[in-house]
Every structure is written in C-alpha cells, then in structure tokens.
C-alpha cells in the first residue's frame, strides 16, 4: 500500500509559466513533508519542506502548499525554468523527521523553452 | 566541504553473488541512511544508522544487511543477489539522527546479470 503518491507520473510546461506538482498521502501522522529533485546520475537534492502545523512555506521561485484535511501536498514553481527540467519526488515522515522518508514515485517535470 | 560519497559508482554482479557498496557522510555527520530505487518505485527505505547502531529498517529480505563504523562511514551487503535486486542504491546522511538536513550522495547503480 503506497502511502505517498504522485499521479502524474510526467508534467510538460512553458517556460516562465508555473508548474504544479501534486502528492497525496494516506498516513494522517504525517507530519513533515519534503520535496526532492533528481537529476540523471546524481542523488536527490533536498527542494522545499513544511511542517504540519503551516499550510505553505516559500523560498524564492519555491511554494509548498500543505493541506491536512484532503491529505495533499503541491509544489508550485514560479517562473519555471529549463533547468528546473528533472525528477520531482514528494516525501513524508513521522515525529518531526525521526522517522524515515516515505518517497512517491516521482514526477518527470520537463521545462519547455 | 565534501558531500556524501558512495563507491563504487557502478557495478555488474551476477545472480548468486554477493555485493557490498560503501557511503562516506558528510564529515561530521552521524547519520546514515540507504535507500533503493529501481524504475518506476519511488524510494524505498532499507535501513538507518546513528552512532553504530541501526536505528531503523525497512521491508527487505534478510539477504540486505547494513553496517556503521567508528568513523560513520557505512557498508551494506546483499547476498545471493537476484535480477531484481537491479537498482540504484542510494545513501543519505545526516547531522542527527532522522531526516533532517540529509544529504544524499549520487548512488550506486547495481545490475544483476
């Protein structure tokens, strides 16, 4: 049973427009969400996170967006970039982040110029 | 300063055989987690070590074991490899034990012929 998912497994944009990434999660204790890019050959590089208790966090082109009561999380980029072309995953842990990540299988953002 | 470092970076090992993949952390850290990720799956959890000792581990056969040195340096050993165990394995560490601030090295990519 997938406690994280991310239904669409690719997502094609403009450049300069946004780019909305979405996850699901099952696991109502959830409490600390991340979100992960992955270019090829290289490891995930730690984006964005939040915190149960805020509803959005932002860092520059960056917004994470956390809705407890439907069980879903976004990552919005605004403007998108051709480098911002790569794997998106969404993750969630337990206890403030005392417990391992739970990943979603990804999403293939692809930045088009 | 230096990132986290996984050797080798890619490996052909045979059905049957046995494998170890080394992780340096970051200097300083003293968490170390692995995680696996074959196409289409996400990330999934093998296991955690804090100062030695495993502190966490996921849902994978006893034929996956891990280990943490003095130095936090880590190791983990599959033995009797299947073709499924094809995958890019991933290390993480971090500063405490749990997620935050972890830091992933670029992997390991494993085939089994």
């Known amino acids: 049973d997938q406690q994280v998912k991310q239904n669409s497994p690719s997502l094609s944009v403009q450049e300069g427009r946004i780019s909305i990434l979405n996850c699901d999660y099952t696991?109502?204790?959830?409490?600390?969400f991340l979100w992960y890019k992955k270019y090829p050959a290289e490891g995930p590089t730690f984006l964005i996170s939040i915190s149960s208790i805020k509803d959005k966090n932002e860092d520059g082109r960056f917004t994470v967006f956390l809705n407890k009561s439907a069980k879903h999380l976004s990552l919005h980029i605004v403007p998108s970039q051709p480098g911002d072309s790569a794997v998106y995953f969404c993750?969630?842990?337990?206890?403030?982040?005392?417990?391992?990540?739970?990943f979603g299988k990804g999403t293939r953002l692809s930045v088009i110029a | 300063k230096a990132g986290v470092t996984q050797t080798p970076r890619y490996l052909i090992k045979t059905r049957g055989q046995q494998v170890t993949l080394s992780c340096s952390p970051i200097?300083?850290?003293?968490?170390v987690s692995w995680y696996q990720q074959t196409p289409g799956q996400g990330l999934q959890f093998l296991f955690e070590y804090f100062s030695e000792t495993q502190r966490n581990k996921g849902n994978f056969p006893g034929r996956f074991s891990g280990r943490q040195f003095s130095n936090s340096r880590s190791e983990m050993n599959v033995s009797t490899l299947e073709l499924g165990d094809s995958a890019l394995y991933l290390c993480?560490?971090?500063?405490?034990?749990?997620?935050?601030?972890?830091?992933f090295g670029s992997g390991t990519r494993l085939t089994v012929v």
């Open positions: 993750a969630a842990s337990l206890l403030s982040g005392n417990t391992p990540l739970v």
């Open positions: 993480a560490s971090s500063l405490g034990a749990g997620t935050y601030g972890y830091t």
């Open positions: 696991n109502s204790m959830f409490d600390y």
């Open positions: 200097s300083g850290h003293r968490s």
